[in-house]
């Protein structure tokens, strides 16, 4: 059978099988970030949906100027400017930019660019980083965040120590560089727990769809085996306390 036509074929791997996993079982793909599960037989939307809340929950009221940095599909974007918040995103990922244009057309202000090649001519009140402080390096995040914003607003997942196959950034680390760039930690709320049935809802579910994800995403059964392995020890790094989960705050 030859491969269907699915608009995020090209995404990189493995999203590209998140989304299409997502696609088949939640009929539609809002977020790319992580859910807060409360119990275990809840959907994902709706522990992705608790994230998002949780998120906005610590923003200063609208009005307030806000920069969301890594939109995903500019879902959260489009829910700020729809608050009435004056938002604005970027993402140095073009193929995203493109899936947000289509979604949303011109009633979300977004850019591709990436964060430490960002500037304003003016400040923001907060910027946000849901799961996408893990890919700047900790110490040019802050000093950019020192030169755009007095707050910053991060949910995301960290190293608690170094192991062998720990690729996230180091808590203690990110911790020290905010302190350096002037940054003082005013919330930290521990979601270690919620976060990981995320990645088990994966695992459950992609041995079901092998065969579609080969034939849709043109992947190799090869990097279904290696996506597997990679979940199962990304579970494990959590279960034994070497990932950790953080909502944090920060204020200058």
Same mark, same amino acid.
């Given at each position: 059978?030859?491969?269907?036509?699915?608009?995020?074929?090209?995404?990189?791997?493995?999203?590209?099988?998140?989304?299409? /996993?997502?696609?088949?079982?939640?009929?539609?793909?809002?977020?790319?970030?992580?859910?807060?599960?409360?119990?275990?037989?809840?959907?994902?939307?709706?522990?992705?949906?608790?994230?998002?809340?949780?998120?906005?929950?610590?923003?200063?009221?609208?009005?307030?100027?806000?920069?969301?940095?890594?939109?995903?599909?500019?879902?959260?974007?489009?829910?700020?400017?729809?608050?009435?918040?004056?938002?604005?995103?970027?993402?140095?990922?073009?193929?995203? /930019?493109?899936? !947000?244009?289509?979604?949303?057309?011109?009633?979300?202000?977004?850019?591709?660019?990436?964060?430490?090649?960002?500037?304003?001519?003016?400040?923001?009140?907060? !910027?946000?980083?849901?799961?996408?402080?893990?890919? /700047?390096?900790?110490?040019?995040?802050?000093?950019?965040?020192?030169?755009?914003?007095?707050? !910053?607003?991060?949910?995301?997942?960290?190293?608690?120590?170094?192991?062998?196959?720990?690729?996230?950034?180091?808590?203690?680390?990110?911790?020290?560089?905010?302190?350096?760039?002037?940054?003082?930690?005013?919330?930290?709320?521990?979601?270690?727990?919620?976060?990981?049935?995320?990645?088990?809802?994966?695992?459950?579910?992609?041995?079901?769809?092998?065969?579609?994800? /080969?034939?849709?995403?043109?992947?190799?059964?090869?990097?279904?085996?290696?996506?597997? !392995?990679?979940?199962?020890?990304?579970?494990?790094?959590?279960?034994?306390?070497?990932?950790?989960?953080?909502?944090?705050?920060?204020?200058?």
């Amino acid at each position: 059978m030859p491969s269907v036509s699915v608009p995020y074929r090209d995404f990189y791997y493995p999203l590209n099988v998140f989304m299409h /996993i997502l696609t088949h079982e939640e009929g539609a793909v809002p977020y790319l970030h992580y859910g807060l599960f409360e119990s275990p037989d809840e959907s994902l939307a709706t522990a992705q949906e608790r994230s998002t809340e949780l998120l906005l929950s610590r923003l200063p009221a609208h009005p307030a100027r806000l920069l969301e940095v890594g939109i995903g599909l500019g879902t959260t974007l489009h829910e700020l400017t729809r608050m009435g918040y004056d938002a604005e995103g970027i993402t140095p990922d073009d193929r995203q /930019i493109a899936m !947000v244009r289509e979604r949303f057309g011109d009633t979300v202000r977004a850019h591709c660019v990436a964060f430490e090649q960002f500037s304003s001519p003016a400040p923001y009140d907060a !910027v946000l980083f849901q799961e996408s402080s893990q890919y /700047i390096e900790s110490n040019a995040l802050f000093a950019k965040a020192a030169e755009l914003a007095k707050s !910053v607003v991060v949910l995301d997942e960290f190293a608690a120590r170094s192991e062998e196959g720990a690729t996230l950034h180091r808590y203690d680390e990110f911790l020290a560089a905010a302190s350096d760039h002037g940054f003082r930690k005013i919330e930290e709320v521990d979601l270690s727990q919620k976060a990981p049935p995320t990645v088990e809802y994966f695992m459950a579910r992609i041995p079901r769809y092998r065969d579609l994800l /080969i034939r849709d995403l043109a992947i190799t059964s090869q990097q279904v085996d290696d996506l597997l !392995v990679s979940g199962r020890n990304y579970v494990d790094l959590y279960r034994r306390g070497v990932y950790v989960y953080r909502l944090l705050r920060f204020e200058r």
